[in-house]
């Protein structure tokens, strides 16, 4: 069993276009699976933050979120990974995030 949650990218989308769908609280803790308190949780301890609050001041989701989300949840499960571990593989895995961009926009540009 691969234990790396990058794999899971067939619940993603793959058009630009489809990229910019929101989600609720609700929603997102559904489809991550996991209760909403969890998710409000995350939020506090500064593992998850939403991209925006709607007119009613209630947290919007991307799918990013719901990527960190899932990640958040295989760490936490699979790896058994407490709060201070948590936020240093989250700061590491952001970290390499930026540095393979920073590597790609050096290749296309040398």
């Known amino acids: ?7 899971h990218t067939q619940d993603f989308p793959d058009s630009d276009g489809e990229t910019d769908v929101c989600y609720s609280l609700e929603v997102i803790a559904e489809l991550a699976g996991v209760n909403t308190q969890t998710v409000i949780q995350y ?3 500064g593992f998850l933050r939403p991209c925006f609050r709607d007119d009613g001041d209630s947290a919007v989701f991307d ?4 990527r960190q ?4 949840e295989h760490l936490r499960t ?26 790609r ?6």
């Open 43 to 45: 939020q506090e301890r």
């Open 1 to 7: 069993m691969n234990s790396d949650p990058s794999h």
């Open 105 to 110: 926009q050096m290749l296309r540009f040398p």
């Open 78 to 103: 699979t790896c058994g990974v407490n709060d201070a571990g948590l936020a240093l593989v989250l700061n590491l895995l952001h970290e390499v995030e930026c540095l393979r961009q920073e590597r």
């Open 69 to 72: 989300l899932r990640r958040i």
């Open 63 to 66: 799918i990013e979120c719901l």
